[in-house]
């Protein structure tokens, strides 16, 4: 295990700095004056434009600004926005928030998506299933800022159950409405997939002789078919958690959430490019990291996967 995990953070390596590499050249490579906006309707002066390139050394060809972008990386420094706020503080900030909102839409996603799998799965071709199987396409054909802003419109100011943003403090009841949105989509795909396993599952000669040995149906479904199907559900979830924890930008922006997706959607129209490049280079880094927990769970599901 220990030699499967040290091998792992060794192969991220190159996927940080490839894909911190990509960003940075698809961001500071593009044309464009960065300090357009930043004097008010007025142009810059010269002497100030000269200043600001001086000193986010854009005067320097790119691989050298990379290169010194990696140096600071190394250091744990995520660089210094374009307007003398290090990113870093900004994110540690903002990820709390997001935290929660992530934390919120895994466990509604896991709880809902997985119950209504099972439930489908083990009642296949009943209401239950047509039921689970007509309301999962019905989510996923619509775009999540439409349930969204749906959502706010009624149970927000219509109906005024729940806040139509969310403040500062960001309460567990704030985000109730926001999570459920952002997980929304997950939550469809989630009980697809868990019922489509449940089903195949439910079919294998294990279950079978599991049951022709004197086993209930309940406990094989319990012991053996829904542990074996959690594994494609366990990989679908730890990519999930990865997206959720980079910031969700629509839900973000619509309940005005201050979180990692709406500093990064600020930083984009602000042509904020050290903000932007550095925020990513978080996101990746939390990413791979969710995918290693993911790859952990396999041995806890099925003991005959093994990490040696």
């Keep these: 295990m220990g030699k499967y995990i040290v091998r792992r953070l060794l192969q991220m390596i190159p996927v940080i700095l490839g894909a911190t590499f990509l960003i940075f050249a698809m961001v500071f490579a593009l044309p464009g004056d960065p300090t357009a906006g930043k004097c008010g309707e007025r142009p810059c002066p ?8 001086e000193e986010h050394n854009l005067n320097d060809p790119l691989l050298v600004q990379y290169g010194k972008y990696l140096g600071k990386l190394v250091q744990g ?12 503080d900004e994110l540690a900030s903002r990820y709390v928030t997001t935290g929660k909102l992530a934390l919120m839409a895994v466990l509604w996603e896991t709880i809902i998506g997985i119950s209504a799998g099972v439930l489908a799965g083990i009642r296949k071709g009943k209401f239950i299933d047509n039921l689970v199987l007509v309301s999962t396409l019905f989510v996923i054909s619509i775009p999540v800022f439409v349930i969204g802003a749906t959502a ?15 403040s500062s403090e960001a309460t567990f009841y704030e985000l109730l409405l926001p999570s459920f949105v952002l997980a929304s989509a997950s939550v469809a795909y989630i009980a697809r997939l868990t019922r489509t396993n449940m089903v195949e599952n439910l079919r294998a000669d294990y279950v079978r002789t599991a049951i022709a040995k004197g086993l209930t149906r309940r406990r094989a479904v319990g012991m053996h ?7 494609p559900v366990v990989t679908y979830i730890g990519v999930d958690v990865g997206a959720l924890l980079g910031g969700a930008i629509v839900t973000e922006r619509i309940f005005n959430i201050q979180g990692v997706g709406g500093f990064l959607f600020r930083s984009i129209g602000a042509r904020d490019g050290v903000a932007v490049v550095g925020t990513v280079t978080a996101l990746v880094v ?17 003991p005959r996967i093994s990490h040696d």
């Design 46 to 53: 010269p002497a100030y434009v000269a200043k600001f390139k």
């Design 77 to 88: 420094d995520l660089g210094t926005s374009f307007y003398g706020v290090p990113v870093k």
């Design 152 to 166: 706010q419109m009624f149970l927000g100011v219509r109906w005024g159950i729940f806040p139509v943003t969310v």
């Design 225 to 231: 078919t829904l542990r074996n199907s959690l594994i």
């Design 286 to 302: 939390v990413y791979l990291f969710a995918n290693l927990i993911v790859d952990l769970l396999y041995g806890v599901l099925d």
